[in-house]
Every structure is written in structure tokens, then in C-alpha cells.
Nanobody, 118 residues
Framework: QVQLVESGGGTVQAGGSLRLSCTASGRTYSDYAMGWFRQAPGKEREFVASLRWSNGNPEYSDSVKGRFTITRQIAKNAVYLQMNSLKPEDTAVYFC???????????WGQGAQVTVSS
């Protein structure tokens, strides 16, 4: 069992920045990935960014590449999403996840609302 707690959401003007955090607790696993999906009302949940815990190698969706940076802090079992140059289309609820190798389903955080005003 894994629990994920998110923080760092809020409201910013277009062009501003926010930093999301996601801290994991519970069972310890040796091979997993962590990251974020986001979902706007009436739309499908879409991938944003992820990293492989073992080496920190990141992946990004094309829509956020060059603006968002995902990192990890090993001692805190935490990942961070630095979001710069935010656009109104980034407005969504951002859900942190952990995907453990060999398990079908992801574990999800509670969600963090990000609102970017024009």
C-alpha cells in the first residue's frame, strides 16, 4: 500500500510559476516511476511528466516540455514539478501517481488544483 500526498497548487497569472510536490509513504518498492497526470473538467486525464526513481530520468508531454521540470528528493521520497511560463491551458487538477513495476494500477494522490488566469 502506498499513500501519496500532494501540495503546491494555487492560482497564478499567465507566465507565472508554481511548484507541486508529492510525497509517498507506506510500502517501500525498489523499481517504480512517479509523476503527474492532469485533468480539466469534461476532458480526459492526460499525462504531464514522470521520472524513473532509480535514475531520475524524466519524460514530459510535448505540451509542457521546456516549461516544466520534474525532480526527486530521495531522502524524502518526494517528487517535485516546477511549472514555469504557465498558460491558461495548463489549468487543471494535477494528480500525482506512482507506478510500480509489475503492478497493473497506479496509486494516486488527492489532486492539486492549478488555475492560470489570462
Amino acid at each position: 500500500q502506498v499513500q501519496l500526498v500532494e501540495s503546491g497548487g494555487g492560482t497564478v497569472q499567465a507566465g507565472g510559476s508554481l511548484r507541486l510536490s508529492c510525497t509517498a509513504s507506506g510500502r517501500t518498492y525498489s523499481d517504480y516511476a512517479m509523476g503527474w497526470f492532469r485533468q480539466a473538467p469534461g476532458k480526459e486525464r492526460e499525462f504531464v511528466a514522470s521520472l524513473r526513481w532509480s535514475n531520475g530520468n524524466p519524460e514530459y508531454s510535448d505540451s509542457v516540455k521546456g516549461r516544466f521540470t520534474i525532480t526527486r528528493q530521495i531522502a524524502k521520497n518526494a517528487v517535485y514539478l516546477q511549472m514555469n511560463s504557465l498558460k491558461p491551458e495548463d489549468t487543471a487538477v494535477y494528480f500525482c501517481y506512482v507506478k510500480i513495476r509489475g503492478m497493473q494500477d497506479r496509486y494516486w494522490g488527492q489532486g492539486a488544483q492549478v488555475t492560470v488566469s489570462s
